[in-house]
C-alpha cells in the first residue's frame, strides 16, 4: 500500500443529482444549465457509472454505494466530505455546514467498510453541528498521509477547534492559510485548489492571501520532496486542484476530470507523469454542483481483513 495513495475508494452513485440550491451561496464553482432536473440526473447517473468503470480497469478497487431511495441529498455524490480513513484502522466522521448535506451521513456504509476492512475506532465530531460549527472532512483538508500535515483553508466549513481536535486525534499537524478567489470570497473547500500527491503538489499559489504563509507552505511541500506545480486561477476554475492520486494495477495514477485535464499544460502534465500516470473523466453534469472527481473520491486507507 502506498501511504499517501490509497489503492481503494468509496463511492456513492447519485439517483436525484442536482446543484444543490443550499449551498450555492458560498460555493462559486457551482453552475446550471437548461436541462430538465430528470435530464441532470440522469446525465450524472452515466457519468458516475463511466468514471467507475476508467478507475476499476486502471486497477482501482471501488466500493459503489447507491443513493438511498426517497432521500433529498443532492450532493451525495461528494462523500469525502463526511467521512475520512486512515491507517492503523481509525476512522473520523465530519460535521457538515449545509443542513441538507448532514442527511448524507450513513452508517451502513461504515459498517460495509468494517466488515471488509480492519476498524479500530469511529471518531464522530458530527455532533459539533448543534454549536453551528463544520469541518467537511477531506474536502475542508488536504492530507499530508506522508508528513503528517493538515493544509487548511479557512473558510465556514473548517472550524478552527474541530480541525486542532482532529489533528490531536490523528496525529496531524494543522497548516492553515486564508485563500480567496480574484473576487475576494473565501475558497469554500481547501481541495478546489490544492492536491497533494506522492511526488507533488497541485496548487493556486496566488490564492494564498499571506505572502509569508504562502512561502511556508511551498517550504513545506518541497521539504517532504514533493515538486509543487502552481495552478492558475483558470485552471482552478476549471477543476485542475480537484484531483487524487490513487494506487492502480500499473502504478500511481491521477483522477481527474477531463475538463482539469484539458487546462493542464505539456510542461504540468509532464512533471505529473514523472509520477502518475493521468486518468481523466469526463463528468461535467457532476461538476455543475461545485465539485469534480477528488470531491467524489472517499479513499480507503484502512488495512483488508
Not at 57 to 65: D, E, L, Q, T
Request: net charge negative.
Amino acid at each position: 500500500m502506498s501511504v499517501q495513495a490509497p489503492t481503494a475508494v468509496a463511492m456513492v452513485r447519485p439517483h436525484g443529482f442536482s446543484p444543490n440550491l443550499e449551498t450555492a451561496a458560498d460555493n462559486a464553482f457551482q453552475s446550471t444549465d437548461g436541462r430538465c432536473p430528470d435530464e441532470i440526473a440522469a446525465a450524472a447517473t452515466r457519468e458516475f457509472d463511466e468514471a467507475v468503470r476508467r478507475l476499476e480497469r486502471a486497477g482501482v478497487k471501488v466500493h459503489v454505494f447507491d443513493q438511498l431511495a426517497g432521500q433529498d441529498t443532492p450532493d451525495c455524490v461528494f462523500p469525502n466530505n463526511w467521512f475520512s480513513t486512515h491507517a492503523g484502522g481509525h476512522i473520523a466522521i465530519y460535521p457538515m455546514f449545509a443542513p441538507s448535506r448532514r442527511r448524507e451521513r450513513r452508517w451502513d456504509i461504515i459498517e460495509a467498510l468494517k466488515s471488509q476492512y480492519r476498524v479500530q475506532d469511529v471518531i464522530d465530531y458530527s455532533g459539533l453541528e448543534a454549536d453551528g460549527l463544520a469541518l467537511e472532512g477531506t474536502g475542508a483538508m488536504v492530507l499530508d498521509h506522508v508528513g503528517r500535515v493538515a493544509y487548511t483553508a479557512r473558510s465556514n466549513r473548517a472550524d478552527p477547534v474541530i480541525l486542532e481536535r482532529f489533528c490531536t486525534n490523528f496525529n496531524f499537524e494543522p497548516m492553515v492559510f486564508q485563500a480567496e478567489d480574484r473576487s475576494g470570497s473565501d475558497i469554500y473547500h481547501t481541495n478546489v485548489m490544492m492536491t497533494v500527491a506522492t511526488g507533488f503538489a497541485l496548487m493556486c499559489l496566488d490564492m494564498i492571501v499571506d505572502s509569508r504563509r504562502r512561502t511556508e507552505v511551498v517550504r513545506r511541500l518541497e521539504e517532504s520532496g514533493r515538486d509543487v506545480i502552481a495552478l492558475s486561477h483558470e485552471q482552478i476554475a476549471g477543476f485542475a486542484g480537484n484531483a487524487l492520486e490513487l494506487k492502480g494495477r500499473d502504478g500511481l495514477v491521477l483522477a481527474l476530470s477531463a475538463r482539469a485535464e484539458h487546462s493542464l499544460t505539456r510542461d504540468q502534465k509532464a512533471r505529473i507523469a514523472q509520477s502518475a500516470a493521468l486518468l481523466p473523466v469526463s463528468i461535467p453534469t457532476i461538476e455543475m454542483a461545485g465539485g469534480s472527481v477528488r470531491c467524489m473520491l472517499a479513499g480507503i486507507h484502512l488495512s483488508q481483513r
